[in-house]
């Protein structure tokens, strides 16, 4: 029994990210995803990630992938998770509410110029829908990560649909899509020293 849902979870997850691979539009995004980044830190902005749960874990790994290491030693680049420091969190939605965490603190933190990257498996986290309103408001662009269903987060600037239902499926590709774009951006840099 458990080989069997073992080699089921791993076909599936092959099946989404083969799915991922073959639409030209969605390798596409991937690719201007990590030119939007590279701009943004050369031009002296930042990478800001938000997420709930699990995508709140993956965002924070993300962050830490750029400002401190991916493949090689190289100076850090300028990244954060803004679903990383819990007593903002807790102390805004107490007395804000949950749907403002991360505009909250977008609105300290974010300038023209930054670009944040909104990860959501259901694509209507109204906390992320409310930070990509207020990222227009500043001049951010807002990128969204999320699976295959119609959604609130296409408010977004740019936004990457992992073609699934899934939600392990959705993190997991997504994991690897952010990977991909860490490897970009150091490989840029490493190049291309600020």
């Known amino acids: 029994m458990s080989k069997e849902l073992i080699k089921?979870?791993?076909?599936?997850?092959?099946?989404?990210k083969q799915k991922t691979l073959s639409d030209v539009s969605l390798m596409s995004k991937v690719e201007e995803i990590a030119d939007l980044c590279i701009q943004s830190i050369r031009n002296g902005g930042k990478i800001i990630f938000c997420?709930?749960?699990?995508?709140?874990?993956?965002?924070?790994?993300?962050?830490?992938?750029?400002?401190?290491?991916?493949?090689?030693?190289?100076?850090?680049l300028n990244?954060?998770?803004?679903?990383?420091?819990?007593?903002?969190?807790?102390?805004?939605?107490?007395?804000?509410g949950y749907e403002y965490i991360f505009s909250r603190l977008l609105k300290?933190?974010?300038?023209?110029?930054?670009?944040?990257?909104?990860m959501s498996t259901s694509?209507?986290?109204?906390?992320?829908?409310?930070?990509?309103?207020?990222?227009k408001e500043l001049g951010v662009k807002s990128i969204g990560w999320t699976g295959a269903k119609p959604c609130l987060m296409d408010v977004c600037d740019?936004?990457?649909k992992v073609p699934s239902t899934d939600t392990p499926r959705i993190q997991e590709t997504q994991m690897l899509i952010g990977h991909i774009i860490c490897e970009i951006i150091?490989?840029?840099?490493?190049?291309n020293p600020l």
């Open 79 to 96: 990244a954060e998770s803004m679903s990383a420091d819990n007593a903002f969190i807790t102390a805004v939605a107490n007395d804000y």
């Open 158 to 160: 740019v936004l990457l």
């Open 123 to 135: 694509g209507n986290s109204k906390n992320i829908v409310e930070a990509f309103a207020v990222a």
């Open 186 to 191: 150091e490989k840029h840099f490493l190049e």
């Open 51 to 76: 997420g709930n749960g699990g995508s709140a874990v993956d965002s924070m790994h993300l962050a830490a992938e750029l400002s401190g290491r991916y493949y090689v030693d190289r100076p850090p």
């Open 108 to 118: 300290a933190k974010g300038k023209k110029g930054d670009i944040l990257i909104g």
């Open 8 to 16: 089921t979870r791993f076909e599936e997850s092959i099946a989404t």
